[in-house]
């Protein structure tokens, strides 16, 4: 479960991100977050990750109040969440298999484990046959199939997406979608933050439109008004 409950977030230079936030997203649940550039999406999905903190309200992550984990918990924390950027920061000079372990070294995963996990993470994504191949040789669909496979490779209980389809054409984007409802068909928690309405539009998960920095609906339908804002 994620919960905001009336979050709110102010940077240093006095602007305020976000208003007085609250949702719930249950566990198990796939959820779009869209609204104009600047609305705060970014913000939201940071405040989740532990990279920003707010400034008022309560976030929960997995029943864990987010302002009591500090420290050494905090990397802890964050191997229960995959993350994928629109642009995938991949490693260059490296193959597919390098890239997707990462994660999986930086956690100090023992060498068989590591093979085995990154070998299913990849067939998940289609990827398994292009394991050794040079990250600068694969498409940029498929480059964004290895940014899947290594958020998901750790096996999180939730998946946050920035963008995930901000540089494909439609087709690509349709199927990275398709990717993220089969891993939330096995459970995992999924909210992914985009642009792309008409994308969207015909799938069957809530969408979460912020504006200016408030949550102005938390329902499955925007109404005319809110298609308005983004």
């Known amino acids: 479960m994620i919960s905001f409950n009336h979050v709110t977030k102010v940077y240093g230079n006095?602007?305020?991100?976000?208003?007085?936030?609250?949702?719930?997203?249950?566990d198990g649940e796939m959820a779009f977050l869209t609204g104009h550039s600047g609305a705060g999406?970014?913000?939201?999905?940071?405040?989740?990750?532990?990279?920003?903190?707010?400034?008022?309200?309560?976030v929960i992550v997995n029943h864990h109040p987010l302002d009591k984990i500090k420290g050494r918990d905090v990397a802890y924390f964050?191997?229960?969440?995959?993350?994928?950027?629109?642009?995938?920061?991949l490693l260059p000079n490296s193959n597919v298999h390098q890239n997707v372990a990462l994660?999986?070294?930086?956690?100090?995963?023992?060498?068989?484990?590591?093979?085995?996990?990154?070998?299913?993470?990849?067939?998940?994504?289609g990827l398994l046959s292009k394991e050794k191949m040079p990250i600068e040789t694969l498409s940029?669909?498929?480059?964004?199939?290895?940014s899947?496979?290594?958020?998901?490779v750790h096996k999180p209980k939730f998946l946050l997406a920035d963008e995930p389809t901000g540089n494909l054409d439609p087709s690509l984007s349709a199927e990275i979608m398709h990717l993220f409802e089969q891993f939330n068909q096995?459970?995992?928690?999924?909210?992914?933050?985009?642009?792309?309405?008409?994308l969207i539009g015909h799938l069957r998960h809530r969408i979460l439109t912020l504006h200016q920095g408030r949550m102005v609906s938390a329902g499955v339908k925007m109404s005319m008004n809110e298609e308005l804002f983004i």
């Open 186 to 198: 096995l459970g995992v928690t999924v909210l992914i933050a985009t642009h792309d309405l008409s």
């Open 140 to 146: 940029q669909g498929e480059q964004e199939r290895v």
């Open 103 to 125: 994660p999986l070294i930086l956690a100090g995963f023992r060498h068989q484990d590591i093979a085995s996990r990154v070998r299913a993470a990849l067939d998940k994504v």
């Open 148 to 152: 899947i496979a290594r958020a998901i």
């Open 14 to 26: 006095g602007f305020p991100a976000l208003k007085q936030v609250s949702f719930e997203l249950a």
């Open 78 to 89: 964050r191997r229960s969440i995959g993350v994928i950027l629109q642009d995938p920061y």
């Open 41 to 58: 999406k970014s913000t939201l999905l940071k405040i989740i990750l532990l990279m920003e903190r707010c400034s008022s309200g309560q």
